[in-house]
């Protein structure tokens, strides 16, 4: 039996191009900016001692919040496509664009994909529940910093 290859889509490769570019471009702009502002923001923080600790529960907060969503963004798009491929019994799944010629498998070999990228799914959203866990660990270990 011939190997069947889904074409890529042009679209999907521009969006994809796109997406990643801005993404490099929000990043770089973020560090050159955080570098222009993180002696205010160091001052901030700790220019009032009773405030440091309220301060430092906003800042991770600020960071654990948003990661937490990211992740379970990620854990929820991979259980979507692991559930299409587990019931069409293909992947690339009918109606997904590809950003690059894919071979298409099927059978047992697309159920042990969609089982392993329900794996990570899982491992994913773990990792979502975790990340306020750890932000509280940060978060008690500072009230043993003094002054």
């Not at 889904?6 to 521009?14: G, N, S, V, W």
């Not at 770089?28 to 430092?56: C, G, K, N, Y």
Request: charged share 20%.
């Amino acid at each position: 039996m011939p190997e069947e290859i889904q074409k890529a889509d042009p679209k999907a490769r521009r969006i994809a191009i796109i997406l990643v570019l801005a993404g490099v471009a929000v990043g770089v702009i973020s560090v050159v900016r955080f570098e222009h502002t993180r002696h205010r923001f160091a001052a901030w923080l700790l220019s009032d001692p009773d405030q440091f600790m309220d301060r430092a529960r906003i800042v991770l907060t600020v960071i654990a919040v948003p990661m937490s969503l990211a992740l379970f963004a990620l854990a929820l798009s991979s259980w979507r496509l692991a559930a299409r491929v587990i019931a069409s019994q293909r992947f690339p799944p009918p109606g997904l664009a590809v950003i690059r010629d894919t071979r298409v498998i099927s059978g047992a070999r697309a159920r042990r994909f969609a089982r392993v990228q329900l794996g990570f799914a899982a491992l994913v959203t773990l990792l979502g529940i975790l990340t306020p866990f750890a932000s509280w660990w940060v978060f008690e270990l500072l009230k043993t910093v003094t002054f």
